[in-house]
Structures are given as structure tokens and as C-alpha cells.
């Protein structure tokens, strides 16, 4: 935007057009009254300068206007302005719920770095489960022990040996998905951590 001392180019010639005078027609002379010729055939080259100057000032008028109101509406939407989503994106949640403000190459880093919520979701579910079938084995470990057994009939010692092995068998089927879900907790912390370590030291918390 130009200063305002700059020069206005503003086309004025027009104005300075000649234009024919105009005398007013002298009035008849009446006894009494005093004549006003002299000021009529005055009236319109006064006029034709009053006009001149209502245009040139009114042209200033209207830039300074318009100059200031850029200046103020430049100023507001400056004061207005918030951050788009675009620049939201780069923020992150630890696991523990603390939002962190990453630069790019963080941001990026921090996403490779991030669990599966499927996976946690998957061994939560898991645990669930396997917590249920080893309270059912436990259970079915008491009734076993607590069950009499006439070892002169055969039929109650292969009834008692059936369960005894499916007891076994269901034991050991639980040890092995235990010890897998060890395995996998234990490397889904281990990603938790890293993640978590990673935001604390390269990001910003918020």
C-alpha cells in the first residue's frame, strides 16, 4: 500500500475546461432597490472553484478512508486467527493420555513407533479369557480331588481316569496360551515404553 504523502493522480483536467460565462440578465431598475447584476454574473465562477475543491478534498477524504480501513481489517484478521487442522495434525497421545506437539520427522517417527490399538485391544481380550478357563480348571482340579473312587469298580477308575486326563490335557493347553500371552504382553509393553520414552524426549508436551 503507497504512503499517504505520495501524489494522487487524480485526473482533474476536466474541472479546468472553459466553459462559456453565463451573465445573469440584468433586472429592470426599480426606484428603491439596490442593483445586483455585479453579484449574479459572479455566482458562477465562484461556483465552478467550489465545486473543484469539494472534489479534490473529497478525494482525499476517501483514500485516507480507505487506507485506514485496510490497515484495521488487516490488523483484525491477523488477531482472529487460529490454527487450522493441518496444523493440529502434528500432535500426539501418549499411552498414559499426555497430548505432545511433534515436529514433522518427530510426528512421523512417533507413528512408527506407536502399539497396535488392535493388538492391545486383542490381548486384553485374551487375558479375559484365559483368566475364565484357568478359574475353570482350578475348579475342575478341586472336584477331582474331592471325588471317591471304589477301585473295585472298574467303571468308576475309567470314569475317574477320563477326567483326570482331560484335566491334564486342558492344564497343559493353558500353560502354552499363558506363555504365549507372556511373550506378547511382555514385547507390547516393551513397545509402550519406547513409545512413551520417544515422546518425552523428541516432542513437546502440551
Keep these: 500500500m503507497k504512503e499517504p504523502n505520495d501524489h494522487l493522480n487524480i485526473d482533474l483536467d476536466f474541472?479546468?475546461?472553459?466553459?462559456?460565462?453565463?451573465?445573469?440578465?440584468?433586472?429592470?431598475?426599480e426606484p428603491g432597490k439596490t442593483p445586483t447584476s455585479s453579484s449574479s454574473a459572479l455566482a458562477p465562477t465562484g461556483a465552478k472553484w467550489n465545486?473543484?475543491?469539494?472534489l479534490i478534498i473529497?478525494?482525499?477524504?476517501?483514500?485516507?478512508?480507505?487506507?485506514?480501513?485496510?490497515?484495521?481489517?488487516?490488523?483484525?484478521?491477523?488477531?482472529?486467527?487460529?490454527?487450522?487442522t493441518?496444523?493440529?495434525?502434528?500432535?500426539?497421545?501418549?499411552?498414559?493420555?499426555q497430548t505432545f506437539r511433534c515436529s514433522d520427522s518427530d510426528y512421523d517417527r512417533a507413528m512408527q513407533l506407536k502399539p497396535s490399538l488392535t493388538l492391545g485391544a486383542q490381548l486384553a481380550s485374551?487375558?479375559?479369557?484365559?483368566?475364565s478357563q484357568i478359574a475353570a480348571s482350578k475348579a475342575e482340579k478341586t472336584d477331582i480331588e474331592n471325588t471317591y473312587v471304589d477301585?473295585?469298580?472298574?467303571?468308576?477308575?475309567?470314569?475317574?481316569?477320563?477326567?483326570?486326563d482331560a484335566y491334564n490335557i486342558e492344564r497343559q493347553r493353558l500353560i502354552t496360551a499363558g506363555d504365549s500371552w507372556d511373550q506378547r504382553?511382555?514385547?507390547?509393553?516393551?513397545?509402550i515404553d519406547a513409545y512413551n520414552n520417544y515422546l518425552d524426549v523428541n516432542c513437546r508436551p502440551q
Design 126 to 131: 485374551e487375558s479375559g479369557t484365559l483368566d
Design 151 to 164: 477301585e473295585d469298580n472298574e467303571y468308576e477308575v475309567d470314569a475317574y481316569n477320563e477326567k483326570v
Design 185 to 191: 504382553h511382555s514385547a507390547f509393553g516393551k513397545q
Design 15 to 29: 474541472l479546468d475546461k472553459k466553459e462559456p460565462v453565463r451573465v445573469a440578465k440584468k433586472p429592470d431598475f
Design 86 to 97: 493441518s496444523e493440529n495434525s502434528n500432535n500426539v497421545v501418549s499411552e498414559g493420555g
Design 58 to 84: 473529497g478525494s482525499v477524504v476517501l483514500f485516507f478512508g480507505w487506507a485506514i480501513f485496510s490497515d484495521s481489517s488487516d490488523s483484525s484478521s491477523g488477531s482472529s486467527y487460529t490454527p487450522t
Design 51 to 54: 465545486w473543484k475543491n469539494i
